[in-house]
């Protein structure tokens, strides 16, 4: 005679469902945290916010009709040292052809008082940001410019300036040059030894798509729209891309652990990966239009490594300035590329500007008349 099992207490089930409701729900956090840290950022309202007004006041036109004008986007710490000489440059020009838009410290308004120029008065942005070297910030007030100059359908280029950048040419030959072609330049390069691509990028940016470049660039229209209408890599770059403190030695044995820290210049990467991870490659010019001399450092913890050269007043005679416009290709090691500047199959000069020009370096330029005649002795004993 076979027993008959004994009833489970309704108790003992009642207690094995609030077990069950208890690992599911902490396996749910569990799963929710993970995906909170290795998400490339999870979007706040304010943030989501301000991107669609970036986008929403951007007019969409596919087939401008009218003359078609240059903006000139300058990033600067505050004043434009070398107003004099751009005010010579665009002296010269069709106020039809050029825009010039300004993001400098929040608050710093250019007028009388802050700038040589009237071609500069109250060109500054209005909702500019404080911004870092080496920080997402740089890269955040390059889509603003981006932003505000897209606002007028008018604008078909976009050139990105520093506050000591100089232009090598006068305005009619740097107009001519950019409307000629119907490509951004954007210096693009792979950089396999280059240690700052964080492996917790992959999920949203391929190893294959981590690319380098100088953050001088400039666009045709569509690829601007481009950077401003990204959702999808900055908010990567702005969780795994970051600069680590620069050396210290006070710090001792701590700085030396700092330097260990994952290093990544934002604005070094941020356009070039964009535009590959876009497919946008076969539609750019791989090269940038701005000249840059660079200091290598062979002393890895030597502040002034790998940093750009100021040019001064002896350093820019005019066989310098000579061997600069000369320049027609661009070779690049880590690729084993040659990049030979034309515009529509025309050999051309491979850069139309150059950075970084002091004061002194900028006078001589007027002086010579490299952007437009000018007697640069005005200036001594004038400034701002």
Same mark, same amino acid.
């Given at each position: ?26 396996? *749910?956090?569990?799963?929710? #945290?993970?995906? *909170? ?94 911004? @870092? ?12 410019? *981006?932003?505000? @100059? ?46 700052? %691509? ?20 400039? #666009? ?49 990467? %941020?356009?070039? =990966?964009?535009?590959? +991870? ?11 239009? =701005? %000249? ?8 890895? +913890? ?18 310098? #300035? ?38 002194? @370096? ?16 005005? #200036? ?5």
């Amino acid at each position: 005679m076979t027993k008959k099992a004994a009833p489970v207490p309704v108790r003992h089930v009642i207690w094995l469902g609030w077990i069950l409701v208890v690992f599911l729900s902490f396996v *749910l956090c569990f799963w929710a #945290l993970l995906r *909170l840290h290795f998400s490339p950022e999870i979007s706040s309202p304010t943030n989501s916010l301000a991107r669609a007004r970036l986008r929403s006041r951007i007019p969409r036109y596919n087939d401008f009709h009218g003359t078609p004008k240059i903006a000139f986007l300058f990033l600067s710490r505050f004043n434009l040292p070398l107003d004099f000489l751009w005010g010579s440059f665009f002296e010269n020009a069709d106020t039809a052809n050029f825009s010039i838009y300004i993001h400098s410290a929040p608050g710093f308004v250019f007028d009388e008082s802050t700038s040589r120029s009237r071609f500069f008065h109250n060109r500054q942005l209005t909702d500019s940001i404080q911004v @870092a070297w080496g920080e997402s910030s740089m890269i955040e007030a390059e889509r603003l410019l *981006l932003a505000n @100059a897209l606002e007028d359908p008018a604008n078909q280029r976009f050139v990105l300036l520093s506050d000591s950048c100089v232009p090598l040419y006068n305005f009619s030959y740097i107009y001519r040059y950019l409307m000629a072609s119907p490509r951004s330049f954007v210096d693009s390069f792979l950089d396999l030894k280059d240690g700052r %691509y964080h492996p917790k990028m992959s999920t949203v940016i391929p190893r294959s798509k981590w690319i380098k470049g100088s953050q001088w660039i400039s #666009l045709i229209r569509s690829h601007a729209e481009v950077v401003v209408d990204d959702e999808v890599v900055l908010p990567v770059f702005k969780k795994f891309c970051k600069r680590r403190p620069p050396v210290d030695t006070s710090k001792g044995k701590l700085n030396m652990k700092l330097q260990k820290q994952h290093n990544c210049i934002p604005d070094e990467h %941020y356009v070039p =990966t964009l535009f590959a +991870m876009s497919g946008l490659e076969g539609e750019i010019e791989r090269r940038s239009l =701005t %000249y840059t001399l660079w200091n290598q450092s062979a002393t890895k +913890m030597d502040n002034k490594a790998w940093h750009p050269v100021t040019f001064n007043y002896p350093d820019v005679s005019p066989k310098r #300035l000579k061997e600069i416009k000369d320049i027609n290709h661009i070779y690049y090691d880590s690729e084993s590329r040659t990049e030979w500047c034309r515009v529509n199959s025309t050999s051309v000069p491979c850069f139309l500007f150059a950075r970084k020009f002091s004061r002194g @370096a900028a006078m001589r330029l007027l002086s010579e008349g490299v952007v437009a005649p000018f007697d640069a002795s005005m #200036l001594l004993g004038n400034s701002p």
